[in-house]
Each structure stands twice: as structure tokens, then as C-alpha cells.
């Protein structure tokens, strides 16, 4: 493989900060490790995106005991000057089909069977 196609054949359309707010959305106790794991970066990594997001004001978190539990502020905006008029929720409800974090996944993908089938996480 020529290095032009390496370098082609690791991007992705979403960002490490979009997955790990869809992470938080889905699962609001999901624990930095776990998300860590599900994207495929370092739990170090997870942990400098969660302060950036809780930074800008994106997630809040509380402390549960020795649990966190991350709460989406959806009234936020994206930060690209081309993005500035989208709220966040928008961003998060393109992965729900019906909307909200708590209806189904956007990996549940109905068939033209009708058939529910899950696909890899974005």
C-alpha cells in the first residue's frame, strides 16, 4: 500500500470529541475507561476531550459516590464559525432516529427486511 493510501484510509467523518459527547449522551455513567475502549483511543486521551467539552460548556458532570454522571447541555452551539447556529441537540438527534438520547441508537439500522442490525459506532 503506497503511503498516499495509508494516509487516506484512517480518516474518518467524526471527530474523537463527537464520539466521546455521543458516548455520554447514550450513557450518562459511562465510565471513561469503557468509552476509551468502545472508540479506540487511550482512557488519557477520553479524559483530556471530557475536560475540553466540560470547558466549552458542552457537558456538566456530578459526582455519584465515586461515580461521575455527565449531563448534555444541548442549548451549546457547534464551535465552527460555519456551525455557529447549530445547537448541539442537532448534532446528537442526526444519531437518533426519533431523537433524543434515549430513543434508539443511529447504529441500529433497520433493513429494507425490516430487520434491526447493528453497525460499527461512528
Aim: without cysteine; positive net charge.
Amino acid at each position: 500500500m503506497s503511503d498516499t493510501a495509508k494516509q487516506h484510509s484512517a480518516w474518518t467523518f467524526l471527530t474523537h470529541h463527537t464520539r466521546v459527547l455521543r458516548m455520554i449522551a447514550a450513557d450518562p455513567q459511562a465510565r471513561l475507561r469503557d468509552i476509551a475502549a468502545a472508540i479506540g483511543i487511550t482512557e488519557r486521551a477520553v479524559g483530556r476531550i471530557v475536560s475540553d467539552l466540560r470547558q466549552a460548556g458542552y457537558i456538566d458532570r456530578q459526582r455519584e459516590g465515586r461515580r461521575n454522571r455527565y449531563a448534555i447541555l444541548p442549548g451549546r452551539h457547534l464551535r465552527h464559525p460555519s456551525q455557529r447556529t447549530i445547537p448541539v441537540q442537532a448534532l446528537l438527534d442526526l444519531f437518533h432516529h426519533g431523537g433524543g438520547a434515549s430513543g434508539p441508537a443511529a447504529d441500529d439500522v433497520t433493513t429494507t427486511e425490516g430487520r434491526k442490525e447493528p453497525t460499527a459506532l461512528l
